[in-house]
């Protein structure tokens, strides 16, 4: 199932990795090994920001995914289960609606 993984990142040790000119390399690392569908990078809080579309089919897979981004970079991490428009047309939404009517 496709999760939307948002990682924000506090400003140390961001800051420091950039002067150090190693920043590329790990964000280049983490990005292998999250293998995301799709990514983006902002701005969330006055943070930098990376925003991915990344597949799980298990939950055991989540920390294979957000650990490179805890472990480089202290940053916090959000997730949410996301649909595409099929997925939510085969949710059943009318029956449920049917059956939880008044």
Do not use: H
Request: with cysteine; charged share 25%.
């Amino acid at each position: 199932m496709r999760m939307l993984m948002y990682v924000n990142f506090p400003v140390e040790p961001f800051n420091t990795l950039v002067k150090n000119g190693t920043v590329g390399g790990k964000i280049q690392q983490a990005m292998e090994d999250t293998n995301p569908e799709a990514a983006y990078f902002s701005e969330e809080n006055g943070e930098r920001c990376g925003v991915f579309v990344v597949n799980v089919s298990k939950a055991s897979e989540v920390p294979t995914l957000a650990e490179p981004w805890f472990l480089n970079f202290n940053a916090r991490i959000r997730l949410r289960i996301c649909m595409t428009p099929e997925d939510l047309g085969n949710a059943g939404l009318d029956e449920i609606g049917k059956k939880y009517a008044n």
